[in-house]
């Protein structure tokens, strides 16, 4: 790819990888500058790459962001980044229906090289011809060339909803009663305990009023 800085035309390039013949790039604006994520139209694999113009050496000035990725669903023809570059939507075709499927991946996982990095693809219209998104990253849409005979093509909508797994505590402390003194923190609670008498695993109650307290 190349790099045009636009105050004196100067242009830098740079190699991806060896033998890519890129289908689609897309670009994020990050903290730490912009990155790029390419689909190889060969062999149908993501890169994500970072691109440092302000690195000092010897930092990079291109970097990859963690690994090819592979094992979509179907067959990868083009890549859109969301805004700040948290997660990328892959939008793809089933080499025999040629059905257009949307698959997300993310990205932060793919640059920490963590499992689970795609998520579940959704079905749209056939023979995909391009994704974009809306400013805010709330909407997505693809369009799509239909079957030519009864599906004339059209514009999908994809509505993108995201939730904080940090929430999850929020539920299950709702409602959460106080100490009438707020000077002791419930590790358990034994019902119906009589003083003195043996307490098994079963009379314990780790979830009823427990304070959970994630690291």
């Known amino acids: 790819f190349s790099a045009v800085k636009l105050s004196d035309n100067s242009v830098q390039t740079d190699a991806v990888a060896a033998g890519v013949k890129p289908a689609s790039i897309s670009v994020a604006a990050t903290t730490a500058g912009d990155n790029l994520a390419f689909i190889d139209s060969v062999t149908r694999k993501l890169y994500l790459i970072g691109w440092r113009p302000d690195a000092v050496s010897p930092a990079p000035i291109v970097l990859p962001i963690g690994d090819p990725v592979t094992g979509f669903a179907h067959d990868a023809v083009a890549a859109l980044y969301s805004p700040g570059g948290r997660w990328v939507y892959v939008l793809e075709q089933d080499a025999t229906d040629k059905t257009a499927y949307v698959q997300p991946v993310d990205a932060h996982a793919v640059e920490l090289s963590l499992p ?39 514009i999908a ?34 019902a119906d305990y009589v003083y003195a008498q043996q307490v098994t695993n079963a009379d314990i109650y780790n979830c009823t009023d427990t304070h959970i307290l994630p690291s």
């Open 116 to 154: 689970n990095l795609l998520g579940s693809p959704v079905p749209l219209g056939e023979n995909p011809l391009d994704i974009v998104g809306s400013s805010d990253g709330k909407r997505l849409f693809v369009s799509y060339d239909g079957d030519g005979q009864s599906d004339p093509g059209a």
């Open 157 to 190: 909508v994809l509505v993108v909803t995201q939730t904080d797994c940090r929430d999850i505590f929020k539920r299950v402390l709702d409602p959460c009663p106080d100490c009438e003194h707020e000077n002791c923190i419930v590790l358990a609670t034994i």
